[in-house]
């Protein structure tokens, strides 16, 4: 392992920080748990929100009896999406399919028979920053009417704060952001050092011999 070249270690680097922000992605995105907002008696009991879905609950009848169980449900056509809510959505579609793109560059150079030159014509560290630009605009769902006019978080007998609250999903795609803007620096350093690594491989031709006039 020590002679291992630094550009294999950085590799490694870009590639655990881009899985773990592809998972976090992953689970902030398509949960029901974006934004939450709380009962303003008792703090302990919220109604949670995302992109996609919203937090609801189904009545399960089984021989043991009956149990309310807490699921996600997409959202009725009855509900406002605003430019906010929609635009945060098409950065998230926009992420992912960015992420698979990187994905799958990434796989090719891997498995090709020379992949130290796979970056000698691809550069993969602007579709990491793309990504995480892209990530972070998602958050864009925070100014919707999902946070500020959301109709669905009114329920009879319970007197829900004014304003939304990030919850877990929101806290897992700032996580997201950060992941994929440090796979993003990197994947660059990752690239200098490699081609660094190149040029010291090509020998200079030197003369053995003195010429002879």
Known sequence: MANQPKSQYLALLTSIF??????????GSVRCNFVKFTDTADSSVTREF???YYQSWATIFSSDGTFIVKT???YPDSATLDASWKAARAFCVLAFI??????????CIACSSY????Y????????YLLTAVFQGLSLLFL???ACK???LASWSGIVWSNKCSIAAGAKCIISATVFWAAAALSSFQEEKVLKEEQNERVQPVSLTEPLNP
């Open 115 to 118: 992949p130290d030159k796979g």
């Open 18 to 27: 881009g899985f773990t922000a592809f998972i976090l992605m992953w689970i």
């Open 98 to 107: 960015f992420a698979i793109i990187v994905i799958i560059i990434k796989t």
């Open 72 to 74: 996600c449900q997409s």
């Open 149 to 151: 006019n959301n109709d």
């Open 143 to 145: 100014n919707s009417n």
């Open 120 to 127: 000698s014509g691809t550069s993969v560290a602007p579709l």
């Open 50 to 52: 995302g992109i996609w």
